[in-house]
């Protein structure tokens, strides 16, 4: 099954999800942006079919998700397995991570997110700054 990426129905929200990005969502994308991790280009919400990723690297097909208490509904857990799994069905590996847990713990958050790094580039061997 062919994915299309950025499909341009979801543009408007993608533009709008940018511009109201979470404290959590900032703070890991300062470290996720330009490369400034394992050299691996990340997108910020990039849409793989209908689906926007809070943050997306195509070399790695890993989504990550940062989820706050809107994630906490039965429905709300009930569409994001759906969304994983139908993610995870096309290729597309996804980690979740708790918004305290990024602003809290982001050494470890990153620590964990390497560890889903298919790549074993000398970039990905280097300890976390």
Same mark, same amino acid.
């Given at each position: 099954?062919?994915?299309?990426?950025?499909?341009?129905?979801?543009?408007?929200?993608?533009?709008?999800?940018?511009?109201?990005?979470?404290?959590?969502?900032?703070?890991?994308?300062? #470290?996720? $942006?330009? =490369?400034?991790? /394992?050299? !691996? @280009?990340?997108?910020? %919400?990039?849409?793989?079919?209908?689906?926007?990723?809070?943050?997306?690297?195509?070399?790695?097909?890993?989504?990550?998700?940062?989820?706050?208490?809107?994630?906490?509904?039965?429905?709300?857990?009930?569409?994001?397995?759906?969304?994983?799994?139908?993610?995870?069905?096309?290729?597309?590996? #996804?980690? $979740?991570? =708790?918004?305290? /847990?990024? !602003? @809290?713990?982001?050494? %470890?958050?990153?620590?964990?997110?390497?560890?889903?790094?298919?790549?074993?580039?000398?970039?990905?061997?280097?300890?976390?700054?």
């Amino acid at each position: 099954m062919a994915i299309i990426y950025n499909i341009k129905q979801m543009e408007v929200t993608r533009r709008l999800l940018r511009k109201e990005q979470t404290e959590s969502e900032d703070a890991l994308w300062e #470290v996720l $942006r330009n =490369r400034r991790f /394992e050299n !691996l @280009k990340f997108r910020r %919400q990039y849409s793989a079919g209908y689906f926007v990723l809070d943050f997306y690297c195509p070399q790695e097909k890993l989504a990550i998700e940062v989820d706050g208490s809107v994630h906490d509904s039965i429905e709300a857990q009930r569409y994001d397995a759906y969304r994983t799994e139908t993610l995870n069905g096309i290729g597309i590996q #996804v980690v $979740r991570f =708790r918004n305290e /847990e990024v !602003l @809290k713990n982001l050494p %470890q958050v990153l620590t964990r997110i390497k560890s889903f790094l298919k790549s074993t580039s000398p970039a990905s061997l280097e300890p976390l700054s």
